[in-house]
């Protein structure tokens, strides 16, 4: 997923990665995929899902209500345009984020709406709440069929009718019966846009991600508390976490990302502290493969790795072209989404 705050480039690419080996040293060949087919091959691609129980199934969301499908690992991709239209925006709906629980059902949500498929990907139909502001809406995360999370708002804005600044609360939007109802919980954490959401299990576990702060939740979603300020209240895209760490991008300098540089926080012990490395670009993915190893990419070709919890950082962005990257990354493969209509598949073989 990504902010809408910095400039739009022309130019899109996705990187695939499978993992074939251990840790910490890597060699790769890198060879193109030209089979994107038109006009997806022309795409602007924000988020990214493989699907963990069966990794050759993946799906591709981005621009214009681009949604790109893969059923043999990224070998091979279809394409699909979603056509529902947001009653106050013209626009083909801008998909920030994917998440799929079956080779079948899976669902998509951004700036326009909150959409779901039974099918694979190949046709959706429009779950978005009655009477709500679709622009308020980001991130999704589904724990099952029935069970899942839409996340959004936060950030102040301008109301073009009473022309004054307007303070906006989190929504925490839950369903458990596929999309067909939802309910609402609303935070108070003053100018942190809410942009993604995770839980563990139905009445459990679950955290999610704002500008500066992590959330958490006791009740599968339900209800929903401050846990853990990562920081300044810069726009912080994505939350991972494994056990007590958790690893954070954030982009500029504000609560919608406005501003320049960027940072990656890391947190390995439960929230109490945060080590802040800061890139000097904006960053709009990680990725943790353990407790003390992780990645963070975002513009200017930045893809940073630690082995270390945080405390130290290499850039490992290889021959990437592109100028932003962005990812999602699952036991394997591994997809990284950025600004380019190249497509990579990078076959890494990692040695101690």
């Given at each position: 997923m990504k902010t809408l705050s910095r400039s739009v480039f022309t130019i899109f690419v996705v990187v695939l990665f499978i993992f074939l080996g251990g840790t910490s040293q890597m060699s790769a060949q890198w060879k193109k995929v030209a089979n994107l087919p038109a006009p997806y091959d022309q795409g602007y691609y924000l988020d990214v899902y493989f699907l963990?129980?069966?990794?050759?199934?993946?799906?591709?969301?981005?621009?214009d209500g681009y949604m790109l499908r893969t059923t043999d690992g990224g070998l091979t991709w279809q394409g699909v345009t979603i056509t529902f239209f947001d009653p106050q925006d013209s626009r083909a709906p801008m998909l920030e984020s994917v998440s799929f629980v079956t080779p079948l059902i899976g669902y998509t949500s951004g700036k326009h709406g909150i959409y779901k498929t039974s099918d694979g990907g190949v046709n959706w139909t429009d779950v978005t709440p009655q009477n709500i502001d679709r622009q308020r809406l980001w991130g999704c995360f589904?724990?099952?069929t029935n069970v899942g999370l839409v996340v959004g708002g936060g950030c102040p804005y301008f109301d073009p009718v009473q022309k004054v600044v307007r303070r906006d609360n989190q929504s925490f939007y839950r369903t458990t019966n596929g999309g067909n109802t939802w309910a609402e919980f609303r935070g108070g954490y003053d100018n942190s846009?809410?942009?993604?959401?995770?839980i563990y299990s139905e009445n459990g576990l679950g955290y999610?991600?704002?500008?500066?702060m992590i959330w958490n939740t006791l009740d599968g979603g339900k209800t929903w508390k401050e846990f853990s300020p990562t920081g300044t209240n810069d726009w912080q895209e994505e939350i991972t976490n494994i056990g007590s760490s958790f690893l954070v991008?954030?982009?500029?300098?504000?609560?919608d990302g406005g501003g320049t540089g960027g940072s990656l926080r890391f947190s390995t012990d439960n929230g109490l502290s945060w080590k802040r490395y800061s890139t000097g670009e904006s960053m709009y993915g990680t990725f943790l493969s353990n407790?003390?190893?992780?990645?963070g990419v975002g513009s200017n070709r930045a893809v940073y790795y630690t082995n270390d919890g945080g405390v130290s950082w290499v850039n490992r962005n290889c021959v990437l072209k592109q100028k932003t990257v962005s990812m999602i990354f699952t036991s394997s493969p591994i997809l990284l989404v950025g600004l380019s209509v190249m497509v990579y598949i990078v076959r890494i073989t990692l040695s101690h």
């Open positions: 963990p129980s069966n990794p050759l199934y993946g799906w591709v969301c981005g621009f589904f724990l099952n846009g809410m942009t993604d959401a995770m999610a991600s704002s500008s500066g991008p954030t982009a500029g300098t504000s609560c407790l003390m190893t992780g990645w």
